[in-house]
Antibody
Framework: EVQLLESGGGLVQPGGSLRLSCAAS????????MTWVRQAPGKGLKWVSA????????YFADSVRGRFTISRDNSNNTLYLQMNSLRGEDTAVYYC??????????????WGQGTLVTVSS | QSVLTQPPSASGTPGQRVTISCSGS????????VYWYQQVPGTAPKHLIY???QRPSGVPDRFSGSKSGTSASLAISGLRSADEADYYC???????????FGGGTKLTVL
């Protein structure tokens, strides 16, 4: 059974940093691209970032490029999202999702339960 | 504003068929697959349709997807109260080099 478990969310001040983790199990993690999607309170889904199966290829939404970094540890089946220079508009539930294939444009199937990030003073 | 355009709401009575549209452009829907996700408020999104019209195992055949040009649609037949949820379309955008979502459609079963 595919399982994705996000952690690392919490309350952070504007300008601060946070690192999210997504622990994966139930599939061969190193064979699939992964992605982060966020959802602000009461709003729709917004894509944040994606990383290819090997970690060599990454993509970012314009709103986070230069502030967020995505990475993965295939030996420990874990996906990361390093978030710096956080702003109020980054407040959201952050979901990690597994891609259907090795590339970032494969589409995604399984989603984690999400972790809440609140940026506020 | 979302890159993909969906109606904010849709409704139907039990047993009816409803359709949710998703409009994009040549750089996203026009040149890439469309995916659909179902989200019951307070829970994580669920994979519903992939590659325009494919259903993952476990998704009833009451759900179907289609695509034509730069638009796509999700049809739900034999509507049930359990189908009440938010529905999102998504596609890769070649110009943005990233994923774009529709704004979501809230489906109400009357």
């Amino acid at each position: 059974e595919v399982q994705l478990l996000e952690s690392g969310g919490g309350l952070v001040q504007p300008g601060g940093s946070l690192r999210l983790s997504c622990a994966a199990s139930g599939f061969t993690f190193s064979s699939y691209a992964m992605t982060w999607v966020r959802q602000a309170p009461g709003k729709g889904l917004k894509w944040v970032s994606a990383i290819g199966d090997s970690g060599a290829t990454t993509y970012f939404a314009d709103s986070v490029r230069g502030r967020f970094t995505i990475s993965r540890d295939n030996s420990n089946n874990t996906l990361y999202l390093q978030m710096n220079s956080l702003r109020g508009e980054d407040t959201a539930v952050y979901y990690c999702a597994k891609a259907l294939g090795t590339t970032c444009y494969s589409g995604f199937d399984y989603w984690g339960q999400g972790t809440l990030v609140t940026v506020s003073s | 504003q979302s890159v993909l355009t969906q109606p904010p709401s849709a409704s139907g009575t039990p047993g009816q068929r409803v359709t949710i549209s998703c409009s994009g452009s040549s750089s996203n829907i026009g040149s890439n697959y469309v995916y659909w996700y179902q989200q019951v408020p307070g829970t994580a999104p669920k994979h519903l349709i992939y590659r325009n019209n494919q259903r993952p195992s476990g998704v009833p055949d009451r759900f179907s997807g289609s695509k034509s040009g730069t638009s796509a649609s999700l049809a739900i037949s034999g509507l049930r109260s359990a189908d009440e949820a938010d529905y999102y379309c998504a596609a890769w955008d070649d110009s943005l080099s990233g994923w774009v979502f529709g704004g979501g459609t809230k489906l109400t079963v009357l």
